[in-house]
């Protein structure tokens, strides 16, 4: 039999199989439209929350900060007191206060002493997880730690929500979904932590990854 002859055998079979199931699901009719909807709204907390750790941690401008009883500018700070390749993380050692407004020597300036605490740029985001915590220098690594942990909520509620969702329904689990996104969205916008802050955020993974598998899958 001709190569032809097969295709044409097997084309209506393949467009009766296609009529077949779109008349089982009903076409392209008022449901389909609303579980479009439903998904789209599912997945915009799912982009939000992922891009979020751009907004809460960007990479903003920090210097050592300056003494409270010290009144110069913050240029003046970081001309004198900061070394000039590193002013994030160190500054010169000084005896005393006048020493900033004199003339320091050689021994001296060679001399470097950690931060203990921090002054960051405010022009663009006044507050931050960086400020909040001090999340720079030898804290540095937390940020890329909670993004990681944000990852292994995900890979966590795939596997937890995908059972569920096979076992109650995927509404129930799109419902359940939303509320522990909802709830600790509300919790983490108000931490008094940075554990709690990471704990938030593994939940809000979970959250928005069970919502947004079910309803695609839906």
């Known amino acids: 039999m001709a190569t032809s002859d097969i295709e044409k055998n097997t084309a209506p079979s393949e467009s009766g199989e296609k009529e077949d199931l779109m008349n089982l699901v009903g ?10 909807v439903v998904v789209v709204l599912c997945s915009i907390p799912d982009g939000c929350h992922n891009m ?10 920090h210097w050592c900060a300056r003494p409270t009883d010290l009144n110069v500018s913050v240029q003046e700070w970081k001309d004198v007191a900061l070394p000039p390749d590193d002013q994030h993380c160190s500054r010169y050692k000084y005896l005393n206060l006048s020493d900033i407004h004199e003339e320091v020597n050689d021994t001296k300036r060679k001399e470097l002493i950690a931060c203990d605490s921090w002054e960051y740029d405010n022009s663009v985001f006044v507050r931050t ?5 001090n999340l720079v220098c030898d ?8 993004k ?17 969702a096979d076992r109650i329904g995927r509404k129930s689990v799109i419902v359940i979904a939303n509320i522990i996104s909802l ?13 709690m802050f990471a704990v938030c955020r593994i939940f809000i993974a979970a959250g928005v990854t069970g919502m947004d598998n079910a309803s695609f899958v839906l």
């Not at 979020?52 to 903003?60: G, L």
């Open 27 to 36: 076409g392209d009719g008022p449901w389909q439209r609303w579980i479009f």
């Open 183 to 195: 709830i600790f969205s509300i919790a983490c916008a108000f931490s008094t932590s940075f554990l």
């Open 139 to 146: 804290k540095e690594w937390l940020v890329s730690m909670s």
């Open 129 to 133: 997880v960086l400020s909040e915590w």
């Open 52 to 61: 979020a750790m751009s907004f809460y941690a960007p990479n903003i401008d």
């Open 148 to 164: 990681s942990i944000f990852i292994a909520g995900y890979f966590c509620s795939a596997v937890i929500f995908g059972y569920l």
